[in-house]
């Protein structure tokens, strides 16, 4: 019984993620679900991406915490649109909490949406959004085990970025042990190794990002 109930919550989750797809689709805009555990650095990176894509592309944000309006306040800062969602405790954002909070987004003025999850290593990997794909970050603080440790996580990402690699002279992370590992879960995961403090790196990952907008035919 307990395992029905479990099922038509995600297949509850799949289809309200399908609905949210087409609506992205429907106005040619690439969504990508930002992920990583807390304090790795999605939103600095995100208030980096904004920066370096001024004038380019109109970008917006989805912003997912338990608790507070810190990170959409951060962001607003930026001029771009953002909206947030507390999730009063959930560990993860659903496809339901995301549809509730487009409706105050002006779509059709963005090309490039990024949803930033709920700081959590675990369940954020098991949801789908309506995304067209996942990115994670792990930064070098938190050590080159990860990988081993949370699998779905790399697995369902397409890109991983390494950030706080001004760190590593402090750090015992062995990161290029960390990439490997990382490969053996998923042998196509796009690594840039960045630093979002300093910029370092940050030009790999917005040359990708053109790509993948090129690709699309959305830019
Ligand atoms: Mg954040």
């Known amino acids: 019984m ?10 509850a989750n799949q289809r309200i993620a399908a609905e949210n797809r087409q609506a992205f689709d429907e106005r040619g805009l690439l969504v990508i679900n930002l992920m990583s555990s807390p304090g790795a650095g999605k939103t600095t990176l995100l208030e980096k991406t904004i920066q370096l894509l001024k004038g380019e592309w109109k970008v917006g944000v989805v912003e997912g915490d338990i608790q507070s309006t810190y ?13 947030q969602i507390n999730t009063g405790g959930a560990c993860h954002l659903d496809s339901n909490m995301v549809r509730e909070a487009l409706k105050t987004l002006e779509l059709g003025n ?27 970050i792990l930064s070098v603080a938190e050590g080159d085990d990860k990988p081993l440790k949370y699998p779905l996580m790399f697995q369902e990402s397409r890109v991983l970025l390494i950030n706080k690699i ?28 960045v630093s979002c403090r300093t910029g370092e790196g940050l030009e790999g990952w917005i040359s990708w990002l053109r790509g993948e907008m090129n690709k699309q035919g959305r830019s």
């Open 110 to 136: 963005l090309n490039l949406l990024f949803i930033e999850n709920v700081g959590n290593l675990v369940c954020p990997a098991e949801f789908q959004l309506g995304e067209h794909f996942k990115a994670m």
């Open 2 to 11: 307990k395992v029905a109930v479990v099922k038509n919550i995600l297949e």
């Open 71 to 83: 990170d959409a306040e951060r962001i607003g800062k930026t001029g771009a649109p953002v909206v």
């Open 166 to 193: 001004d760190l590593l002279p402090f750090c015992d992370c062995n990161v290029n042990l960390m990439e490997e590992r990382a490969r053996a879960i998923n042998p196509s995961l796009q690594i840039f190794r």
